[in-house]
């Protein structure tokens, strides 16, 4: 939905005739609306619910995509993308901590990091068929390849319907019968709340209280090793052909490239799903950065290097990314109790997105200004950010219930 853009970008910055300034604007529009939606979207799930809002971002999907079919400014591309980002801003709050809430503690870590491989994944089907569209479609092709994200909207929107509430957010407002019978509906005649955990009562804060609790510390982490999985990523994902042309991959090295890179960002968080538990949370996002970092390094250093070269380090980057993609569901969702967990995540989610859009509304003037190799060496330096705030902060809470792993007596 996000990275179908990098496939676009060339041909309708041609036809809309957008400078760099637009292209970035444009690339980071569905950041800045991921940024506004997680704000709001957090505080309303944790007020009203997490089904009542589960719908919306499919709709806000649907309609951002189809608009783009009848786009004539860069303007009006810009407040679809926006729309288009503002579902997705929602999508972390309501989806996590629904998803989060339902999960026995043996399945949590590796289903909520299954999340970011699907996301991977959807990245990799987009560009495949965006490219496909474009190599068919004509002159208006890079129109069909942004409405294209309608058709994911729509089945989002169907898959979802009959979801039930969350008995953890149900509990949290008293609601104990309704709370029951939604877990004889998904578990079984014999469960009930008798059966779920309780989050002792040091855990249970207002939304005013968090920063200024243990929480605040935590929300810092979140927000910092989130923000520096982001910008690099998006930065790649938005820009990836225009990145692989400065770094002298044209043609079918470019196009194919692109694919082949966003299919290892899948292996890589395949590989990380697989490690979350039996290397633990706080190893595998240090050991993450570390190498990733290094790899966007070795970008810089060899950005006038053979083709080959070039594809392999973009590929070891992907690939050590992994572990750092999956945990940004992970964390935010383990680390703060029902009654702010979705509130904190779009915290989360939103502040990131700030670093993202400006991250990549500056990628077009980075690499006309400063080149290629002091780019990479930028987007180096954000995921050193990264690694150094992980050995200072990031917790262990692999092996823990929810209970334990939101509580700040551990």
Known sequence: MLSIIGVAIVQFSDYLKLDSFWQGLVAASAMLGTFCSGFLGGWL???????????????????????????????????????????VGLEYPVAGSLLTEFLPQKNRGPRLA????????????????????????????????????????????LVRIGTPESPRWLVSKGRFNEANRVIKQVY??????????????????SLGDMLHSGYGKRMLFVIVFWTAAVVPMFAVYSFAPVVLEALHLKGDWASYGSVAITLLFVVGCIVATRLIDTMGRRPLVI???????????????????????????FGAYALFIGGAQVLELVYPNELFPTEVRAFAVGIGSSMTRVGSAIG????????????????????????FVGLFVSLLLAPETRGMSLEQASSLKR
């Not at 079984?188 to 002792?200: D, T, Y």
């Not at 990549?360 to 995921?383: C, D, E, F, Q």
């Open 45 to 87: 799930t944790d007020k009203v619910g997490r089904r009542r809002l589960f719908f919306v971002g499919p709709v806000l999907f649907i309609v951002g995509s189809i608009g783009s079919l009848w786009v004539e400014s860069g303007v009006s591309l810009f407040i679809l993308r926006f729309l288009v980002g503002m579902g």
């Open 114 to 157: 299954g999340l970011t491989i699907l996301w991977f994944v959807g990245a990799a089907l987009s560009y495949m068929v965006g490219n496909f569209i474009l190599a068919r479609g004509g002159v208006d092709a890079w129109r069909w390849v942004l409405a294209s994200g309608a058709v994911l909207g729509a089945l989002l929107f």
């Open 188 to 205: 079984g005649p014999s469960f009930s709340v008798a059966n779920m955990p309780q989050e002792v009562s040091e855990t249970k804060v």
């Open 287 to 313: 050991h993450s950065f570390l190498w990733s970092s290094l790899a966007l390094l070795g970008l810089g250093v060899f950005s006038d290097g053979a083709e080959v070269a070039v594809l392999l380090l």
């Open 360 to 383: 990549t509304w500056l990628v077009p003037m980075s690499l006309a200004s400063i080149g290629i190799g002091n780019t990479m060496y930028a987007a180096a330096g954000v995921s």
